[in-house]
């Protein structure tokens, strides 16, 4: 008789549903395994994606001392809201400059146009007043020729401190590679550059503004010379010369009235307002700071506009293209989103990076690469308003 023939019938009916049981555990484990593996293959996803948004930067437009900042860091702004001042006093009084100028351009028009009908009678008051604009003009040309000189010696002045920045800018930039000094020295010493530059552009403008002036002085003198000399010489040709000059009043005046134009914006220019509405950050500005023209005061983050960048790799993009479904996931609350595949991109992470790769040099070692695919949110979802440039999400996009 055989062994099993002798085990009790209760013990082989045991060993029976045990071998039944891990079969069906099997099955189960299989047909699990494969319905996973089949849903894995209808999505990507990663959690190398961050919120991204435009962060919009607010400047100054004018050189001035801040007199008051309205507004603080994370404090949320409407678009046109009142963020910064500069202190108006001194273009308050460049605007008052520039009116009394003009008023006094359109006084000397009208003391040169009634010069008009008397130039038809009285060729001698011609000779007067052309003796008299002799002199003005040759009164023009030295305090031009001097000006000159000045604007020449200002010129001078900034190049020399423009390259000296540039020479401490080379040094600091060493110096903060190797980390010994901060980044801070860095950065003052790099825009210390930029407003040096600035004022040596500024500067030689006026070197040829300076230098065009005494042109035209001189011109101006020689016109008046030849007045002078034309004074007695038949009527037409003074009247002509007569109504000259009350143009050349005429388009004075007009050159003022844009000084005051100008003058006029640089006033409105201190007070600074938010471009766009967001969330101020980044606040960098005090009161009683001295600003320059671009250096930039906050940083105003958009929360109505905001999407998630996922670099994917390079393997998860064949079945990816603008479209496709998405679901995000944000670590900071637990929440998920609903979204889409807005755009493909353009390069790779690596190469649009500030020091790409080069792989024709030294050795290579093949690295699956990462893309930026931006992923949009759907509009008019609960909590948008609570996310955040730079948060960490998982994005899963379905391919399917």
Same mark, same amino acid.
């Given at each position: 008789?055989?062994? /099993? /023939?002798?085990?009790? +019938? ?74 910064? #001042? ?17 008023? =006094? ?16 009678? *009285? ?10 604009? !002799? ?8 305090? %031009?020729?001097? /000006? &000159? ?24 930039? %060493?110096?903060? #590679? ?6 801070? !020295?860095?950065?003052?010493? !790099? *825009?210390?550059?930029?407003?040096? =530059? ?22 101006? &003198? ?26 050349? $009043? ?20 201190? $007070? ?51 479209? &496709?479904?998405?679901?995000?996931? !944000? ?10 595949? #807005? ?12 020091? +790409? ?13 990462? &893309? ?21 999400? #998982? +994005? ?5």
């Amino acid at each position: 008789m055989a062994t /099993d /023939d002798l085990q009790p +019938p209760s013990r082989t009916r045991g060993r029976g549903r045990a071998l039944i049981v891990v079969v069906l555990i099997g099955a189960a484990l299989a047909i699990g395994g494969f319905l996973y593996w089949s849903y894995a293959q209808g999505y990507e996803s990663t959690d190398d994606a961050q919120v991204d948004g435009h962060l919009n930067g607010v400047s100054s437009r004018i050189a001035g001392t801040i007199s008051n900042v309205c507004v603080d860091e994370n404090q949320v702004v409407k678009a046109g809201d009142l963020v910064a #001042e500069i202190d108006p006093r001194d273009f308050e009084i460049a605007l008052e400059q520039a009116k009394a100028e003009v008023s =006094q351009k359109q006084a000397e028009v009208q003391v040169q146009d009634p010069n008009v009908p008397i130039t038809e009678v *009285s060729s001698q008051t011609n000779i007067l007043t052309a003796q008299a604009d !002799v002199a003005t003009a040759d009164a023009g040309v030295a305090w %031009a020729e001097r /000006d &000159l000189l000045a604007a020449q010696g200002r010129l001078r002045e900034a190049e020399a401190n423009y390259a000296k920045a540039q020479e401490d800018e080379a040094r600091y930039k %060493a110096l903060v #590679e190797k980390d010994e000094i901060p980044r801070q !020295v860095y950065d003052q010493s !790099v *825009s210390n550059t930029k407003a040096l =530059q600035a004022a040596v552009d500024a500067n030689r403008a006026n070197t040829e503004a300076s230098q065009k002036l005494v042109e035209q002085r001189k011109a101006q &003198l020689a016109q008046a010379q030849s007045r002078l000399g034309e004074a007695d010489r038949t009527g037409p040709q003074r009247l002509a010369v007569s109504r000259a000059n009350v143009a050349a $009043k005429r388009a004075d005046t007009e050159v003022a009235k844009t000084r005051v134009d100008q003058a006029q914006l640089n006033l409105s220019y201190t $007070k600074i307002y938010a471009p766009v509405s967001g969330v101020i950050t980044k606040r960098s500005v005090e009161i009683g700071n001295r600003v320059q023209p671009g250096q930039q005061l906050f940083l105003i983050g958009q929360l109505n506009d905001m999407w998630v960048t996922a670099n994917f790799k390079e393997t998860q993009l064949r079945h990816m293209h603008p479209g &496709l479904r998405a679901t995000i996931s !944000v670590d900071a609350y637990e929440q998920t989103y609903q979204g889409y595949v #807005e755009s493909m991109p353009g390069a790779t992470g690596t190469i649009t990076s500030l020091l +790409p790769p080069e792989n024709a040099s030294g050795n290579y070692v093949k690295v699956v690469q990462r &893309l930026p695919v931006r992923i949009r949110f759907d509009k008019n979802q609960s909590g948008l308003d609570r996310l955040r440039p730079g948060m960490s999400v #998982e +994005p899963k996009v379905q391919l399917k």
